[in-house]
């Protein structure tokens, strides 16, 4: 049976499952650079990295809650508690910056573990526990914020600096946190145990794979990256908003899912959810610089995100 | 069904604000809250998530608590009349505050215009502009209220000058992350821009972020609300101006006027509750 | 003429060609048996005929015209119902409208519940199983979803029916039933097809066999032909032996159950497996032997008794601790609970050692590669590459993996439910093989198996298990098919029942 | 054999999955009339009826899709357009208000079309075509009605009245929509079709079901049921506001999965998804009641939520 050509498939099969998202990416862009001739400038370029860190960071969290095959809509609610949390005990609280922002982190973490407490003790489907974490969170953000914005400390707020003129703190982060979640992804346990259990769990438990703890460290790291990007975005802003990332937990899951991975398990990459991110903020960034009106801007975006997926799901079936 | 509170407790007032996602709704709350302390009024307050049905729901759970009066800050001026209906139904008065109800009689209309507000704003910024030069308009959520009449305000009263062009108008939808993002992609495609109105301070204060060194010097910026961080803003000199519609003060009138509503005394139709523009040079007289 | 006529068919996957220039002719009222390796492309034959593939090349003619069967509608309207060698089952839905899938009983558009589980009754007890009607699917055990999966075949009246390995999930007795009813169509004019890897079922139930290889029809001959001519034909090249079972001389024991027992499912369980022995374990389908080896290995609690590991006592319901006991569990469900389907080779076999051999919580991909590589190789897994899909390789291959991976963790204690279900004779002999050189090692293997000939050409003991119940055990001379069956039917107090 | 122990266990099964959610109701009820005077009055009980009839119009509909293993998170969106499309046809082109109010529901009908072609022919995933769809129709509404609310037809807004005192006709709407849900769902080759897709969508085919063909109908349903909300709501307010219903989606899979219907397809009931539905509007109707803070609103509704599905879980565990 002809075996070599198995072997120079399997590889195009990954290439593709990622590269219908850049595809679509880099068409997207062309078009824009065509259209536009504000958008192919370095500024511009770095502005949209800057504009798709948070997502792209809430995002990789959310991709490890994928690839178990669960769901994490509480990530937008929770980087907005961090922020604020972390805001409030520096300011109003007067505790030093490290250890506030420490907080922060640590509240996003608790967050992520009760998620996954709920999910894999009480056996709450995932998309109920994680959208009680969303009222949650968001609540209690309002309550310790006082509906009101909390500015962040100095120290921490050059989160959101430039160094120099062309390096974005944001986008180093991101940077940092992707290659965190691709070597996660590939080359720890943990990370092959989020594929195995997404991809068979009941095979997985009888490989002797603690598919509940995974679990409970699969949400935790998702609630510490909701965490990170958290403070990212109020970093930008300088201030902590109880309102921020609203809604935000759709834009990371979309972005995941353009970047190839399958809500029912099994499947996601750290660098496919990257491009997928960064897909909705070129849309968005070329949507101003075309200044396009505010009523059709939701209609483009809905078209070209139905479009970028079509385009990879064509080319993996026409390929294969 | 009946009083259960007894007549001879506090007044019961309920009060459904449209969002308390917005630090200006957050004071008008304030303002209503420290009022009824003072006149010893026990007041509710719900959110109404900037959800009109939401809103209507609330003031129907009014009513089954059998409020002496309501309180209420419509999410949409057309949407709120069949919750005012709704109350109308079982006599219970109810203030209009912030905006207007359309199509239904409430006893008192305590608000400061939006377009009105509107107009001031071009008006402000024109000046500031040397009444030349382009303008971006940062949009709050498409569809509400407070948009179209903030919006269609600047539009009317950036007419009167000529000198003065608005280039581009986006959403970013009253949320101060989208002002400075989408102020930063602005100023990659309309680099010649000298002025801003943002329909709302959290807006504003995200282009400021996003304008850098450039707001308050080659670029004016002018918001609405007269929220605190806008304020400090103004004072920094970093936000030209803010149009201020004193929410707190507008809490307070509207609870007065629901605490005599609820007495039986009929009132004025509508209190105007002043929009001022709040500059430089008035600031101090605002924060307090 | 024949009823159906194929020609020439092809069909190639992404990478594989499965089929090429194959011919086969259906003829009524004969049961045509195909027989192939695993791999061959039997599944892949039928499957066009039965509307899931689109064939690439070639023809099918239905009394002589061509047809193209585009998907199962077409398939039953031409009178053709298949078998699949997947379970094809709805889990949540009842027993009765799985039997009448698409096809459900209706009055005034409505569904008409009282009519369908009558007819669902009618169907189980043609075939023979006892299970309410409104039973959900899901929980049958595998042998009696099978038999729901040919009631639901038999409610088609079809002119041709398909079976892909019916028999490799049923013990003797149902088989014996499914035969009476393949006959019995069989005389009633139906084209049978029927798949299968037990040899000796051949000359009793079939007319001709096309024997396939590597996707191609290499002979068409009669059903009587001699066993070792067909494994010549299928496999390329004779087996001497079916069933090379060496004994040695049992060393210590290393599998200790007593008195194991859980509500509902079985009771006071006692046995002990020793370094170098086979224990066989038979019984009737629903005997409870799946339950017993998944409470063993710790899949499931159990409420009573105990499992020592080398004298070790394991905590009930606990796979890790098991595992690190060094037990190991070959599941009866492969698809559903031995692979990742969707991952490769590779990763499958690795699944258990992955976290032994990482360090510092970083997975050592080298060394799981070659070490997989190695097992592969050992086990002759059918593959294009440690990367290829495990969905895609063919049942036999994907059975090598599941034990590949026990191999791997060089588990001592192997228990092995229904370890040769659907594989081909050449793959059998190598997995017997297999036990042999782990026995000889020390290992200790616990075989449930319901192919009787397969218990008792292996087993150094055999138990016997009924009702959940263990009912007898026999050796050396004392174990025959009679012996096994007498103790199989033995009529025990219910241990299902609560 | 142990068929008879089956036949006892599997309509406890079912019982339980539909009454863990009820019993959770049934708590919750109790509590908030001992807790508040006014919870218990017939008149607030309407009201009660009146705020869960959109959710749960929603709901029934979005109960196809997930029956199929599929999501819809452009109901929301799919329902302030239908009644934006209707008030505009009504009032700003003039049609008749019958012709318009088809009209409407026509439009919902497209939308749930489209999404089933991205889905069964375009090969996307539900939640990418949907969440596309959410955007373009949301887009569409607010070009349509140039972003101001327009008001209903006199004829078509009477669906928001009270026939008598005790009478809403919202309520009316929801009980029937709920029985033909049910009788789709039980009774008809379309709803036994949904189960046995959504619960093994190969072996449907296999059996020669139109796996495509009733992915198209499941989806249009949903569209169709969308519609019907939209124009409730926007006769429940006498005008079709294009911001309507944003963010409904989550409210309407939450009732569906509380209603113990699971994401994964192939479980889901009717009834479930109606108390479902109620457990939040009981929720937030209690809440005003009992005159809860409203950034504590939030955190209650999230625990409320996670607790009533537990409380689901638990018992169906300790059971079977
Ligand atoms: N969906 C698929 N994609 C790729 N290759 C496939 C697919 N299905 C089958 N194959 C390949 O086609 C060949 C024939 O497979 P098939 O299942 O027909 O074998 P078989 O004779 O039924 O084997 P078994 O006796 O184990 O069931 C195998 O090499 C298999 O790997
Ligand atoms: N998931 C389940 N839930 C409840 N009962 C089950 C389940 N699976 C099997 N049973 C019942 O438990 C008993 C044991 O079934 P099982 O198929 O495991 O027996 P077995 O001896 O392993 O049969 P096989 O020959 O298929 O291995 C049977 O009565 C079966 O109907
Ligand atoms: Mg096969
Ligand atoms: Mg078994």
Redesign the interface.
């Known amino acids: 049976m002809s075996a070599e050509t198995f072997t120079r498939r399997s590889p195009a099969v990954v290439w593709l499952a990622e590269n219908g998202a850049l595809a679509a990416l880099v068409v997207l862009a062309v078009a824009l650079s065509l259209l536009?001739s504000?958008?192919l400038?370095v500024?511009?370029l770095l502005?949209v990295g800057?504009?798709a860190a948070?997502t792209a960071i809430l995002a990789f969290g959310v991709t490890f809650v994928i690839i178990t095959g669960g769901i994490d809509l509480s990530v937008g609610s929770v980087a907005a508690l961090s922020a604020i949390v972390l805001a409030w005990s520096a300011t109003d609280a007067g505790l030093p910056w490290p250890l506030a922002t420490l907080l922060g982190l640590a509240v996003g973490l608790a967050a992520g573990l009760v998620n996954a407490t709920l999910i894999a003790y009480g056996k709450l489907p995932p998309f109920i526990a994680t959208l009680a974490m969303l009222g949650i969170a968001r609540g209690l953000a309002?309550v310790i914020s006082?509906?009101?914005?909390i500015a962040m400390p100095e120290a921490v707020a050059h989160l959101g600096d430039t160094i120099g003129s062309y390096l974005p703190v944001p986008v180093i982060v991101m940077v940092v946190v992707g290659l965190i979640t691709s070597v996660i992804l590939n080359r720890t346990y943990v990370g092959r145990a989020m594929y195995a259990i997404g991809g068979n769990e009941e095979a997985a438990r009888l490989s002797g794979i603690r598919v509940d703890r995974q679990k409970l460290i699969t949400y935790a790291l998702s609630g510490l990256f909701a965490a990170v990007a958290g403070i990212v975005?109020a970093s930008?802003?300088?201030?902590a908003?109880?309102?921020?990332?609203?809604g935000y937990e759709l834009d990371a899951i979309a972005a995941v899912v353009i970047g190839g991975a399958s809500l029912s398990g099994g499947k996601g990459r750290a660098f496919g959810t990257f491009v997928g991110a960064l897909i909705l903020a070129v849309l968005?960034?070329g949507l101003?610089?075309?200044?396009v009106?505010?009523?059709w801007?939701q209609v483009v975006i809905g078209v070209v995100i139905a479009l970028a997926v079509l385009l990879d799901t064509l080319r993996r079936r026409t390929t294969i | 069904?009946t009083d259960?509170s007894g007549g001879g407790g506090p007044v019961k007032l309920g009060m459904s604000?449209s969002t308390?996602?917005?630090?200006y709704f957050?004071q008008l709350r304030q303002g209503a809250e420290e009022e009824a302390r003072t006149r010893g009024a026990q007041l509710?307050?719900?959110?109404a998530q900037?959800?009109?049905?939401?809103q209507?729901?609330?003031v129907?759970?009014?009513?089954?608590?059998?409020m002496k009066a309501i309180i209420l800050n419509p999410v949409?001026s057309?949407?709120a009349?069949?919750a005012v209906k709704a109350a109308d139904r079982v006599k219970i008065p109810v203030i209009a505050v912030d905006r207007g109800v359309n199509?239904a009689e409430v006893a008192q209309t305590v608000a400061s215009d939006n377009v009105a507000g509107g107009r001031l704003a071009a008006q402000e910024l024109a000046e500031q502009m040397g009444e030349k030069g382009e303008v971006a308009v940062l949009?709050g959520?498409?569809?509400?209220s407070a948009?179209?009449e903030r919006g269609q305000g600047f539009t009317e009263g950036i007419k009167a000058f000529p000198g003065i062009r608005v280039v581009?108008?986006?959403?970013a939808d009253f949320?101060?992350?989208k002002g400075?993002?989408?102020m930063?992609?602005?100023l990659?495609?309309q680099p010649g821009i000298t002025g801003v109105f943002a329909q709302n301070d959290?807006m504003a204060?995200?282009a400021i972020?996003a304008l850098g060194a450039k707001a308050g010097q080659e670029v004016k910026v002018v918001g609405f609300d007269g929220t605190?961080?806008a304020l400090k803003a103004v004072q920094a000199g970093t936000m030209a101006a803010t149009i201020a519609q004193q929410p707190r003060l507008l809490g307070k009138q509207a609870v007065q006027a629901a605490i005599k509503a609820a007495g039986g005394e009929t009132l004025g139709k509508t209190v105007a509750v002043p929009v001022k523009v709040v500059t430089k040079e008035n600031v101090a007289e605002f924060v307090s | 003429m024949s009823l159906v006529q194929v020609r020439g068919l092809r069909k190639t996957f992404p990478g594989v060609v499965a089929l090429d220039e194959v011919d086969l002719d259906l003829n009524p009222g004969e049961v045509h048996v195909l027989l192939g390796e695993n791999g061959a492309g039997k599944s892949t034959l039928i499957k066009m005929l039965s509307g899931a593939y689109q064939p690439d090349a070639g023809e099918i003619r239905v009394d002589g015209e061509p047809v193209r069967v585009h998907h199962a509608g077409d398939a039953r309207r031409l009178g053709i119902a298949t078998i699949y060698q997947e379970f094809n089952l709805v889990p949540e839905l009842s027993v009765a409208e799985n039997l009448m899938l698409g096809r459900q009983p209706r009055r005034f558009g409505l569904l008409d519940r009282g009519r369908m589980y009558a007819r669902a009754a009618e169907l189980l007890k043609r075939v023979g199983v006892d299970v309410d009607p409104r039973t959900p699917v899901g929980r049958l055990g595998i042998a009696r979803m099978q038999m729901v999966e040919i009631a639901k075949a038999l409610d088609l009246n079809a002119r041709v029916l398909i079976m892909d390995e019916p028999t490799a999930v049923l013990t003797t007795s149902e088989v014996e039933r499914l035969f009476a009813i393949v006959r019995q169509l069989r005389d009633q004019g139906v084209a049978i097809v029927f798949i299968t890897h037990h040899l000796e079922e051949i000359p009793q139930i079939g007319d001709r066999v096309t024997v396939l290889r590597d996707g191609r029809s290499v002979a068409e001959v009669r059903a009587d032909t001699a066993e070792n001519e067909l494994i010549r034909l299928m496999v390329g090249r004779p087996i001497d032996q079916q069933f090379p079972r060496k004994r040695g001389t049992p060393g210590e024991p290393l599998l200790r159950v007593r008195a194991l027992g859980r509500r509902g499912a079985f009771k006071d369980v006692s046995f002990e497996v020793r370094a170098g022995e086979v224990v066989g374990m038979a019984g009737l389908v629903g005997a409870g032997r799946t339950e017993v080896a998944r409470a063993v290995f710790g899949a499931d609690f159990h409420d009573a008794g105990e499992v020592l590991v080398e004298g070790r006592r394991l905590p009930p319901g606990d796979v890790s601790a098991a595992l690190e006991a060094g037990l190991g569990l070959v599941p009866e469900d492969r698809k559903g609970q031995g692979l990742v389907l969707g991952a490769d080779v590779g990763e499958n076999l690795g699944l258990v050692t992955l976290g032994r051999t990482s360090r510092a919580g970083f997975v050592d991909r080298a060394g799981q590669r070659t070490a997989a590589a190695a097992v592969a190789e050992q086990l002759g897994v059918r593959m294009s590459g440690l990367d290829q899909e495990v969905r895609t390789l063919s049942g036999g291959n994907q059975q090598k993996v599941v034990i590949g991976k026990w191999l791997l963790a060089e588990a001592r204690v192997l228990v092995l439910d229904e370890p040769t279900r659907g594989i081909d004779v050449g793959a059998k002999v190598e997995i017997y093989q297999l036990i042999n050189s782990l026995t000889a090692s020390g290992h200790a293997v616990l075989m449930i198996s319901s192919d009787l000939p397969e218990i008792l050409g292996m087993s150094d003991r055999i138990l016997v298990m009924a009702r959940g119940r263990l009912v007898g055990e026999l050796t050396g001379r004392a174990a025959t098919q009679d012996a096994v069956m007498a103790l199989a039917v033995t009529e025990v107090e219910d241990a299902h029942v609560r």
Do not use: H, I, Y
């Open positions: 536009s504000d958008f400038t500024t511009n502005n800057v504009q948070v309002l006082q509906g009101s914005p975005l930008r802003l300088a201030s908003q109880p309102q921020a990332a609203a968005r960034n101003n610089l075309l200044s009106s505010a009523f801007q | 069904d259960t604000v308390l996602n917005n630090p957050v509710t307050v719900t959110d900037n959800d009109a049905s939401q209507v729901n609330q129907q759970n009014f009513t089954s608590q059998s949409d057309d949407a009349a069949p199509g949009e959520v498409p569809g509400t948009a179209r581009a108008q986006q959403p949320d101060r992350t400075l993002d989408v930063t992609n602005l990659q495609s959290e204060l995200g972020k605190p961080d």
